[in-house]
Each structure stands twice: as structure tokens, then as C-alpha cells.
């Protein structure tokens, strides 16, 4: 039973340390500091980004007290960085930067929160995490705008490559659509694209609980549930499938 447990777990510690050594270095150091090294340069700076994950996890996870303050931590830290992600599809203008400086704010005004914010709300109280979650997000939001109108945006190239590949659509994209001659394109998904957003949420939440209440012998709900979320990707892509163009 404990070598069940080992096994996921140093699986997972693994798989996070690389993960987290492959951001920093091709996504970070390989693409803004050292672009012309060789790539044993490469591996070695890898292996020392993951010694420093690992310290750095370490010194994380001894202040931590429960699972729940783990998630309490992962959601404020993530929910900066939340809007760049989708705005990205839907603005040409917001750049790597953008993304960059959402995680450091977004890193940085949690911390502050959970520092100085918490500690004015009763112990165990959900207001705590939530207030901290919106002036996250809220603080995130302003400097990555400025950032990214302080910024260059992506080449010309890049834009319209990822365009011609993707498609996005919509008012966002429409300097680089018009410029490749398709026009002022919609969104993909039509006027009710959000719905699909939706949708999306409902499918993984109905899936997820509709397995665990036939696991645990609820038949009759779990396939209620089940064909909730069936619902729900049908009308996903029903509504793609409504809205295909040919590329050019």
C-alpha cells in the first residue's frame, strides 16, 4: 500500500520539477537571456532550475498545514494569469510579456494577500481566500495591460502565421485578419460562442460526478448526470460544427 502511494506521488513530483525546469528554460531563459548557447549550456541550467524547484517547493509546501491551504494557495496564485490566457485568443495585441508579467503579479500579489489580507478575516472563513482571489486578479489585470501597451507586440509575421493556422476571429483579431484579406471574420462558435464556455464547464463537472456516483453505486444519478455532460458536448460541437470555413 505504501509503495501505491510512493509511486504516484514521486511520479508527480517529478513530472513537475521537469515541467517546471522546461518553462524556465526554453520558455524563459532560452528565449529572452541566452539565446545562442549550446545545448549542453541548456542542460545545465535545466538541472540547476530543477535543484531550485525543488528547494523552492520545500520551502513552500513546510508552511502549508493542510490540502486545502495547497488549494487555497494554487487558486490564488493562478487567478491573475487567468484573463491573459483567454484574452490571448481573442487580442492580437497581448504578447509574451503580457503573460510574464501576469504570473509575477499575480505570484506576488497573492503572497501579499495571504500576508497581510488574511490575517484580517476570522480563522477558516471563505470571504479570506475569495477577497484575496478578486484584488489578485483585479492588481494582475492593470499591470499586464500596461505592460503589454508598454511592450512590442509579436512580429507581423508571427501574427498572421498563428492566424492563418487558428483563426480566431473576431474584433480582436480583425487588423490581422483584414490585412491577410479574410475580412472582419466572426468568432468562431457564432454570437453564442460564450454558451460553448459554459457548456465546457458543465460537461467536466457532470462527467467527473457522474462517474464517482456510479462508482459509489448511484447508478440512477450518475447517468443523469452523464447524459447532462453527453448534452453539453453535443451542443459544443454542434455549434463548431454549424460554423466551419474553409481556410485559405
Not at 510512493?6 to 528554460?25: D, E
Not at 504570473?103 to 506576488?108: D, G, Q, R, V, Y
Not at 501597451?149 to 485578419?177: I, K, N, Q
Not at 464547464?201 to 456516483?213: D, N, P
Request: charged share 15%; with cysteine; net charge positive.
Amino acid at each position: 500500500m505504501l509503495a501505491g502511494f510512493a509511486a504516484p506521488y514521486m511520479s508527480t513530483v517529478a513530472t513537475h520539477l521537469n515541467w517546471g525546469a522546461s518553462y524556465l528554460v526554453n520558455d524563459f531563459y532560452k528565449r529572452f537571456l541566452n539565446q545562442r548557447a549550446t545545448e549542453a549550456h541548456y542542460v545545465g541550467v535545466s538541472r540547476a532550475a530543477t535543484v531550485l524547484l525543488f528547494f523552492a517547493s520545500m520551502a513552500v509546501t513546510s508552511q502549508l498545514t493542510s490540502i486545502e491551504k495547497a488549494w487555497e494557495l494554487l487558486l490564488a496564485l493562478g487567478a491573475g494569469t487567468g484573463l491573459v490566457l483567454i484574452l490571448r485568443w481573442y487580442w492580437w495585441r497581448i504578447n509574451a510579456w503580457s503573460e510574464i508579467s501576469a504570473m509575477i503579479a499575480s505570484f506576488a500579489v497573492s503572497l501579499l494577500g495571504f500576508a497581510y489580507l488574511k490575517p484580517r478575516f476570522a480563522e477558516n472563513d471563505p470571504n479570506a481566500t475569495a477577497t484575496i482571489m478578486l484584488v489578485t486578479v483585479a492588481c494582475s489585470t492593470v499591470v499586464w495591460l500596461v505592460v503589454t501597451m508598454m511592450t512590442r507586440p509579436e512580429p507581423d509575421a508571427v501574427l498572421e502565421a498563428f492566424y492563418r493556422r487558428v483563426r480566431p476571429g473576431g474584433p480582436g483579431w480583425a487588423r490581422v485578419s483584414t490585412r491577410l484579406g479574410f475580412g472582419r471574420e466572426p468568432i468562431p462558435g457564432g454570437a453564442l460562442a460564450w454558451t460553448n464556455w459554459i457548456a465546457g464547464i458543465v460537461a467536466v463537472y457532470a462527467t467527473l460526478f457522474g462517474i464517482g456516483k456510479i462508482i459509489f453505486g448511484e447508478l440512477g444519478a450518475g447517468i443523469l448526470m452523464l447524459a447532462v455532460a453527453a448534452a453539453a458536448f453535443y451542443w459544443i460541437s454542434r455549434s463548431f460544427a454549424s460554423d466551419l470555413r474553409p481556410t485559405k
